[in-house]
């Protein structure tokens, strides 16, 4: 395979200006022997490119991995792709001349699979708890970035649909001036596949010390959000691979959870969930009414 079509060595390529001269040297070495890498410890790949363990986990972390661990693996998948002269892969076991029925059916099997090991890790007893904070709240503010962004704007309409004051903030400004308001009786979520965005968990923290109940919907329940919220439910991380981008795989997971949350909070509030639910589609209905067509007189 030509390095051209190798994402590790065109990503590395990528980020070459914003790494050190060491975390150059460790991005260079597993781009052009990642079957010699993965049989490295951390300290051997340290040792193997004259640099330091906290340089090694540095480099992993700007390439896209939460850690050593994962860009071992990553390194493992790559030297057998490389191995076995497969096309290049576009995402998870797709390859780039893969016909689209083949895409559709391969990324169908993972997206149920994502949707089963969601369902079958996420704590219902947090998941409860979440509910009945958001069924009993004043308002909520959910916070998220880029494609958790749009699952964190999916939660806030649908919540306004059954009649609650929900916000959804993308803007880490614009969040932190909403969650210095916040107080009991309120609620804040944040949505953040990583556990580590800092611009979702500072406006958490910054409700949490307020004294509003905070959820944190995440595939990292280790990740620096869970310390600011008292309901984590975690999503799967188990279809990531070096290939399948997080904005994907997270994606599904996170919304389920999201449809868990909204149709929990939908029963425990039924008596106005209901009217609400109806006396939107009404408003809607005649803009979904078929338009007259012009006459041709």
Avoid: N, W
């Amino acid at each position: 395979m030509g390095a051209a079509a190798d994402p590790l060595a065109a990503k590395v390529r990528t980020l070459a200006p914003s790494m050190t001269r060491s975390m150059l040297r460790v991005a260079e070495a597993v781009a052009a022997d990642p079957a010699g890498c993965a049989a490295l410890t951390v300290t051997g790949l340290a040792e193997l490119t004259g640099t330091s363990e906290a340089t090694v986990v540095r480099t992993a972390r700007l390439l896209g991995y939460p850690g050593y661990r994962d860009l071992r693996l990553a390194l493992a998948g790559l030297a057998a792709q490389r191995t076995s002269g497969r096309s290049p892969a576009v995402t998870s076991d797709i390859a780039v001349d893969d016909p689209i029925e083949a895409v559709v059916a391969k990324l169908a099997r993972d997206e149920q699979q994502t949707l089963a090991d969601t369902a079958a890790a996420l704590d219902t007893v947090q998941l409860a708890a979440a509910v009945q904070a958001l069924a009993d709240a004043r308002r909520t503010d959910v916070y998220g970035i880029g494609a958790s962004g749009l699952v964190a704007q999916d939660l806030a309409q649908k919540l306004l649909r059954i009649g609650l004051v929900a916000h959804a903030h993308h803007d880490p400004h614009v969040a932190v001036t909403g969650a210095v308001q916040l107080g009991s009786g309120d609620v804040a979520v944040a949505v953040t596949h990583s556990g580590a965005t800092a611009d979702v968990i500072e406006p958490l923290r910054v409700a949490f010390e307020r004294g509003a109940t905070t959820v944190a919907i995440t595939g990292r329940p280790d990740g620096p959000v869970a310390q600011y919220a008292d309901h984590v439910l975690t999503t799967s991380t188990a279809r990531e691979t070096e290939l399948r981008p997080a904005a994907m795989s997270s994606r599904t997971s996170q919304l389920l959870v999201v449809d868990c949350l909204f149709t929990g909070v939908t029963q425990r509030t039924y008596a106005t969930a209901a009217p609400a639910l109806s006396a939107s589609y009404e408003a809607l209905a005649h803009r979904r009414a078929p338009r007259p067509r012009p006459s041709t007189r």
